[in-house]
């Protein structure tokens, strides 16, 4: 891929509850530190929006039994788990704005047999506009909460919204956009069924972001593809989706960055970090790949070479093992919430994130997201603010706003890592 220069178990609900709330037309700003902590919840649904018609857009989530809390606190004495999923529709350009909301309520009975329940919920949307959609889901019985953020853009005539993957085998929707070897999938578009599709690809060739104290964004330019074909959808064939990279499809053979949408293999395990490339590469923000080869008497990047590099920062086995860990957690975190065209360890969300952690504060609105590192509360701390950039790809891509930053701590960071240090910011 070329680059140009740098610039500055199906089962369905069996008791659906209804409620309706719109008495709130705003809200006021706060603090979604939490939304990127996995620990700050006990449940972590998967969840992915269709649009469903010119009008509406389709809430599809997945959540898993083994997450719930199961009890017999409820008239009928038998072991429910209670869910409550609330959302919040916002114009884009006006977060403080809810356009619409709701709240359902659902009962699973436990059965050994199921490892996972499929909620769908139909939300207003109209082609013309963009909308912040907020979803929250609780497990009453715990009173666990997970916040999760979605961006619908209705503005393109087709985009990752209009088409939704479904697994030939068991006819489900596929809720993440990832190529796997043993995922044979169809395409599924409201508005027309499709035979054939033209595919233009991007191989998994993209750059890692500067330091956060340089002022250049890496732009990256998909003018090219490096190879396209027609692809039949009664046959589809995974060896020609075997290559890591970006899978854009289009309807007419001529590449159109404003009419398609995409599909990505990142690796079978994505977005777990398991080969010694896996590894390796994020390390990039420590020290160089060749470093890594260095530590293997082979010369070749190997798991052992790996953890020869983490052994020698912390000189204690014990020590150096807390230090893998919690790099690659937050790496494997990294790409579960920040991968947009690229793996999301790569992404300038994914760097601050790996060195960094968690954020004290984070804001967010429309088109920005705003993090601050002031564990004491005192003075202005370190502010990263993340700009939304429309990608024809994904929509999830955030830049750097390396302009507006005053302080990183980026070298005290790095430092702390060499010494053997994990940085943490939150109390």
């Not at 220069?5 to 509850?17: E, Q």
């Not at 329940?117 to 009453?140: A, C, K, M």
């Not at 919690?326 to 969300?349: C, L, P």
Request: net charge negative; with cysteine.
């Amino acid at each position: 891929m070329k680059k140009i220069m740098k610039y500055g178990l199906l089962v369905f609900i069996s008791i659906i509850l209804f409620s309706c709330n719109t008495s709130r037309n705003t809200i006021s700003p706060r603090n979604f530190e939490q939304i990127y902590n996995p620990a700050s919840s006990s449940v972590h649904p998967e969840i992915a929006v269709y649009n469903s018609s010119d009008t509406s857009s389709l809430i599809v989530e997945k959540i898993y039994s083994k997450e719930l809390l199961f009890n017999k606190a409820n008239s009928d004495n038998k072991l429910l788990a209670r869910v409550k999923v609330t959302y919040n529709l916002y114009d884009i350009d006006n977060k403080h704005a809810i356009i619409d909301s709701s709240t359902m309520t659902y009962k699973f009975e436990k059965d050994s047999k199921v490892s996972y329940h499929i909620i769908e919920i139909p939300v207003y949307s109209r082609i013309g506009n963009t909308y912040i959609l907020e979803i929250i889901t609780s497990d009453l019985n715990r009173k666990s909460h997970q916040y999760t953020f979605c961006r619908v853009n209705r503005n393109k005539e087709l985009s990752n919204l209009d088409v939704s993957a479904i697994n030939k085998s068991n006819g489900e929707i596929i809720l993440d956009p990832y190529i796997k070897t043993q995922r044979e999938f169809l395409l599924k578009n409201y508005k027309k069924d499709y035979d054939s599709l033209f595919v233009h690809f991007y191989s998994n060739d993209f750059t890692t972001p500067d330091p956060p104290f340089m002022e250049d964004t890496v732009i990256e330019e998909f003018e090219t593809p490096d190879t396209n074909w027609v692809c039949y959808l009664d046959s589809v064939k995974y060896q020609n989706f075997s290559a890591e990279g970006i899978y854009y499809f289009t309807e007419t053979e001529q590449l159109d960055l404003e009419k398609g949408f995409s599909l990505f293999n990142f690796g079978e395990r994505f977005p777990l970090v398991q080969t010694p490339t896996d590894l390796a590469k994020p390390i990039v923000y420590l020290d160089s790949l060749d470093l890594i080869q260095r530590n293997d008497s082979t010369g070749k990047l190997t798991k052992l070479s790996v953890d020869n590099y983490w052994l020698g920062k912390a000189n204690n086995m014990d020590k150096s093992r807390e230090l893998l860990k919690i790099y690659y957690n937050r790496v494997m975190f990294a790409n579960m919430y920040f991968t947009s065209y690229k793996e999301g360890w790569q992404t300038d969300r994914g760097m601050i994130y790996i060195i960094y952690g968690l954020p004290d504060y984070l804001f967010k609105s429309g088109n920005e997201e705003r993090w601050i590192y002031n564990p004491e509360g005192t003075g202005p701390g370190i502010t990263f603010i993340f700009k939304h950039i429309q990608s024809p790809f994904s929509s999830n891509h955030y830049i750097l706003d390396r302009e507006k930053l005053k302080a990183t701590g980026w070298y005290d960071a790095i430092k702390m890592w060499e010494k053997g240090e994990v940085l943490y910011f939150q109390n």
